[in-house]
Structure formats: structure tokens, C-alpha cells
């Protein structure tokens, strides 16, 4: 069994910057990604780091969020800079064992086996 835990999220003024952590325990999955959702909308992914350390990104977040991992302290992390108020939501960190092709395809295709209790970020003017 893995389990997620996300910390960093919080408020933030409109052009800040954030850093959530993802820890996974025992350790990190082949296929990991930051998911979030808002009031009143569906569940988004906004990031993704694949096995091989190719990223992929959604398109309203490209340029300013960055997904890395950090493979000794088994965390998964998402730097997001010059936030905006349409980036408030929470947060989910989403993890699978099965990397490669799985793992490839497009954003919000894969149905993540692992998931964390959010945390949320809150972006005001």
C-alpha cells in the first residue's frame, strides 16, 4: 500500500509563488502527478513526471508551475510561480506503479491507483 502526503499549500497574493510536497510512502511510483480541483469544477491534472523524467504539463499552467522529484527523500514536488486567482483549488498528488507507455499518455487519461488528501491553495488579488 502507498501512501501520499501533500503539504505547502496555503495563501498566497496574485504573481507569488508556492511549493507543495508530495511524500510517498514506502517510496515514489513510476508515474506521478499533480491533480487539482476547484469549487463547483471537475478534477484537472496540471502536471505530470514520468519514469524516465520527462514532464508533461497542462496548458494553463505551462511556464509557470514545475514538477520535479526528489528520489532519495521519496518526495514529489510542484513549484508554482506567478500564481494567478484562477490557480485556487486543492491540490492532489496522485501516484501508479506502471510507468513506461501507461504513463505516457495524454493529461487526465490515466486513472492513478494512489491518491493524497489534497491541500489547498488559495490565490487572492
Known amino acids: 500500500q502507498v501512501r501520499l502526503m501533500e503539504s505547502g499549500g496555503g495563501s498566497v497574493q496574485a504573481g507569488g509563488s508556492l511549493r507543495l510536497s508530495c511524500r510517498a510512502h514506502p517510496d515514489t511510483q513510476s508515474c506521478m502527478g499533480w491533480f487539482r480541483q476547484a469549487p463547483g469544477k471537475e478534477r484537472e491534472e496540471v502536471a505530470r513526471f514520468i519514469d524516465d523524467g520527462t514532464t508533461i504539463y497542462a496548458e494553463s499552467v505551462k511556464g509557470r508551475f514545475t514538477i520535479s522529484k526528489d528520489y532519495a527523500r521519496n518526495n514529489l514536488y510542484l513549484q508554482m510561480d506567478n500564481l494567478k486567482l484562477e490557480d485556487t483549488a486543492m491540490y492532489f498528488c496522485?501516484?501508479?506503479?506502471?510507468?513506461?507507455?501507461?504513463?505516457?499518455?495524454?493529461?487526465?487519461?490515466?486513472?492513478?491507483?494512489?491518491w493524497g488528501q489534497g491541500t489547498q491553495v488559495t490565490v487572492s488579488s
Open positions: 496522485a501516484a501508479d506503479p506502471r510507468g513506461g507507455t501507461w504513463c505516457r499518455r495524454p493529461l487526465m487519461s490515466p486513472q492513478f491507483h494512489y
